[in-house]
Structures are given as C-alpha cells and as structure tokens.
C-alpha cells in the first residue's frame, strides 16, 4: 500500500522568504501526483499536477518537481506572502485510488 | 461556474439514524469519489466511481454505501452512522483516463455523530 509523507508537519516562515515543502511517497509506480492548497475549514484547491513522465511544473509563484525513482517531490514557493498561509497536501495516483499525505502547515508571517 | 457540490455543508446526527451526504458535479466527469479527513491520519478514501453503475472500496468503506445512478451524482449513505464516523467529508471529480487530469473537491461536509 501506497505511503505518503510530508515533512515538514508545520513551517512558519517571515514574509518574502523562498521556502520549499517536501513530499515522499513509498511506491514509484505512480499516473500523476498533485499538490493542493486547503484553507481552514475549506475544500483544497488544486495547485499543480505532475505526471509521471514529467519533472517539473510551474504556475505563478510556484514551482513543483518530481523524482520517481526516489519517490520525491518538492513544492517550492518563492517570495511567500501572507496569503500562502494555508496547508499544502500532496496526493499521488498510482492507479484508480489516491493516497494523500497528512500535509504542511504553512504560515508566513508579515 | 464548474464545481462540485455537496450537502449538507454542516450536519448533527445521532447515532443509528440513517443519513445521505449529496455530491454533485457540473463537469460530465466519469471518475467520482468520497474522502474523510481526520487529525492526524490526512485525507482517506471511503469509496469511488469509475462511471454510472461501477463503484469500488477505497481503504475505509466499512460503514459507508455509495451509488451511482446518474453521471453527475454520487451520494455517499450512512446507513447506521456511530460517533467514529464524526469526520469532515470531502467529495471529489475528475475526467477519466490519461495521467493529465486533476481532481476537484467539494466543499467538505462537517459531520458529527453523537
């Protein structure tokens, strides 16, 4: 059974800073994996989805890799805001189920 | 707007009396599923669906049913919910095939069983 963890459980970093979450998974035979962003007592909002062919992905701000073999991925978020504070979960696909890891709770501090 | 929906957003029960959790999708998409999330243990999926009439266990059904009659429906049913079945539910869609398409939540039901 798929494994899925983030490290870390909690990050809290000042306004501006480029930071980077981490992500593992136990199992390399995987479709895709997704990170997504979830405010307190929210529904997530899908960030960014890699497949498993791909290495990167960049959206605005944000940056996500992948290393299958290692069973790795980072999220990498530049020049944080206030606003980016949220948790960030990744979820990978290995066929029709999905595994989630717990999540990093992010807060940027002004 | 494309969106998934659910209902009811909040919901107080008490244990033993039946309940339905509605999920809807606007996105005519085939694959549809159900999540809890608990403190701790992150999200895990309850039950999901490749398409109308196909439904599958994810890794903690016991307790829950599924249906899927209609492509944009999927309603999760307690039939006899108990108080470690007090989570907060997520209904999810996403597009059939390739590695390319992302899932959409829903909203999140709150759920509490006393």
């Known amino acids: 059974k798929q494994e899925v963890t983030q490290i870390p459980a909690a990050l809290s970093v000042p306004e501006g800073e480029n930071l980077v979450l981490n992500c593992s998974f136990t199992d390399s035979a995987i479709y895709n994996l997704q990170w997504f962003r979830q405010d307190p007592g929210k529904g997530l909002t899908s960030l960014l989805l890699?497949?498993?062919?791909?290495r990167e992905q960049t959206s605005g701000r944000l940056n996500a890799s992948l290393d299958k073999s290692s069973g790795r991925s980072t999220l990498y978020i530049a020049a944080s805001q206030p606003g980016d504070s949220a948790t960030y979960l990744c979820a990978v696909r290995p066929g029709n189920q999905f595994y989630f890891g717990t999540g990093t709770s992010l807060t940027v501090i002004p | 707007e494309a969106q998934v929906t659910q209902n009811p957003r909040y919901l107080i029960t008490v244990t033993g009396k039946k309940l339905t959790v509605t999920c809807s999708q606007n996105m005519n998409h085939e694959y549809m599923s159900w999540y809890r999330q608990d403190p701790g243990l992150g999200l895990r999926q309850i039950y999901y669906s490749m398409n109308v009439e196909v439904t599958d266990k994810g890794d903690v059904p016991e307790g829950y049913k599924v249906s899927r009659k209609e492509k944009r429906n999927f309603p999760l049913i307690l039939e006899s919910p108990s108080p470690n079945q007090t989570s907060l539910y997520f209904c999810?869609?996403?597009?059939?095939?390739?590695?390319?398409?992302?899932?959409?939540f829903g909203p999140g039901t709150r759920l509490t069983v006393l």
């Open positions: 890699i497949q498993s062919s791909q």
């Open positions: 999810a869609s996403r597009k059939a095939g390739g590695a390319i398409n992302e899932q959409f």
